[in-house]
C-alpha cells in the first residue's frame, strides 16, 4: 500500500541546534516533494519545493534533500529558534494532486 | 500579499443539520482545492477544481458532501446532513497549475464541531 511517514512523535530540540525531520515514503514516484509549515488553528504555509532530480535545496536556514533511491526527503532548520515551533508537513506530487504525511510537531526551547 | 479567504472561521451545528464552507482563491489561479484535516493528521483531499471543472472527487463522500464552483472563482464546499465524524479542519487552496511543481496556498481553514 501507499505510505508516507513523518516521525509522529514530536521532536524538542534546544534554541540553536539544527532539528533534522524525516519523510519516507513507499509505492510512490513523485517527481515533486514540498515542505510545509502548520501552526496550530491555521493552514499551511509552503517552505520548499524540491525536485526529483535535485538532491538538496537550499533557502535561508532551510535545507531539502530528496533520496529517491531510499525514497526520504530530510528537512533541516539550522540555528533553530522558538519561533521555528510548529508541524511541519511533507507532502509529495501524485499524479497532479499532493498527498500530505501526517506531519512532524517541532518544539524548540530557550 | 494576496490570500486564499474562508468563511466561516468556526462553525458549530448539530448532527444532522446543513453547514456550508465559502472559499474565495487568490485571483488568477486555475486551480483551486477542499481539504478536510483531523487534528494529528495531514490534510487530505476531498475535492480539486480546475476553472469550473471538478478534475478529482474520489475521496468525497457523495452522499452528503458537494461542492461547486460556477464561474471558475470562488467556491463552496456543503454538507448535508452534518454526521459527528465530520468534525475537523475544512481548508481551501489554491495554485496557478495542479500540477505538483507549483506550491499550494492555503486559507486560514474553517473549523467545524459537529454536536
Known amino acids: 500500500s501507499q505510505k508516507i511517514e513523518q516521525n509522529s512523535e514530536a521532536l524538542n530540540i534546544q534554541e540553536g541546534k539544527t532539528a533534522t525531520l524525516t519523510c519516507n515514503y513507499t509505492?510512490?514516484?513523485?517527481?515533486?516533494l514540498q515542505w510545509y509549515r502548520q501552526d496550530p488553528g491555521r493552514g499551511p504555509v509552503f517552505l520548499l519545493l524540491?525536485?526529483?532530480?535535485?538532491k538538496e535545496k537550499r533557502k535561508e536556514r532551510l535545507k531539502v534533500t530528496f533520496d529517491t533511491t531510499l525514497k526520504q526527503s530530510l528537512f533541516h532548520i539550522t540555528a533553530s529558534q522558538p519561533a521555528d515551533s510548529a508541524t511541519y508537513l511533507c507532502a509529495l506530487d501524485n499524479t497532479d494532486k499532493l498527498i500530505f504525511g501526517t506531519g512532524t510537531r517541532l518544539q524548540v526551547f530557550p | 500579499e494576496a490570500e486564499v479567504a474562508q468563511s466561516p472561521r468556526y462553525k458549530i451545528t448539530e448532527k444532522s443539520q446543513a453547514v456550508a464552507f465559502w472559499c474565495d482563491p487568490i485571483s488568477g489561479h486555475a486551480t483551486l482545492y477542499w481539504y478536510r484535516q483531523i487534528l494529528g493528521q495531514g490534510p487530505e483531499l476531498l475535492v480539486q477544481f480546475q476553472d469550473e471543472s471538478v478534475v478529482d472527487d474520489s475521496q468525497l463522500p457523495k452522499d452528503r458532501f458537494s461542492a461547486e464552483r460556477l464561474k471558475g472563482v470562488d467556491s463552496t464546499l456543503k454538507i448535508q446532513p452534518a454526521e459527528l465524524g465530520d468534525s475537523a479542519m475544512y481548508l481551501c487552496a489554491s495554485s496557478p497549475s495542479p500540477a505538483g511543481a507549483y506550491e499550494q496556498y492555503f486559507g486560514p481553514g474553517t473549523r467545524l464541531t459537529v454536536t
Open positions: 524540491i525536485r526529483e532530480n535535485e
Open positions: 509505492n510512490y514516484s513523485p517527481a515533486y
